[in-house]
């Protein structure tokens, strides 16, 4: 599967972002999939992720109650709402297609397809 991410930009703290990772091929509805971001100077680190039908979520604790992960198979779309945005959200944020499904991991390398990234800057 190939990932695009989109949505990003530059928001005011306290505001709003949806990023969305369109996806190609077959494979999508039956992935869990995830997010991650990678701030300046920062290793990659574990966002939240969504089992293949989006009946299951998990979020790290910087993202629980503030963003939300979605997806809609018919769209092929993964999505992430991120509400109360704060400076340190700051980072180029990436969709991954995990290499399982049903074993939720928070590690990078459980992931083998990755979109390009999509840079969100929140100001103070």
């Known amino acids: 599967v190939q990932l695009q991410a989109s949505g990003g930009g530059l928001v005011q703290a306290g505001g709003s972002l949806r990023l969305s990772c369109a996806a190609s091929?077959?494979?999508?509805?039956?992935?869990?999939m995830g997010w991650f971001r990678q701030a300046p100077g920062k290793e990659r680190e574990f966002v939240a992720d969504?089992?293949?039908?989006?009946?299951?979520?998990f979020y790290a604790d910087s993202a629980k109650g503030r963003f939300t992960i979605s997806r809609d198979n018919a769209k092929n779309t993964l999505y992430l709402q991120m509400n109360s945005l704060k400076p340190e959200d700051t980072a180029i944020y990436y969709c991954?297609?995990?290499?399982?499904?049903?074993?939720?991991?928070?590690?990078?390398?459980?992931?083998?397809?990755w979109g390009q990234g999509t840079l969100v800057t929140v100001s103070s």
């Open positions: 969504i089992n293949w039908s989006g009946a299951s979520t």
């Open positions: 991954a297609k995990s290499k399982y499904t049903g074993n939720r991991s928070i590690s990078a390398i459980a992931y083998d397809s």
């Open positions: 091929g077959r494979t999508f509805s039956s992935s869990d």
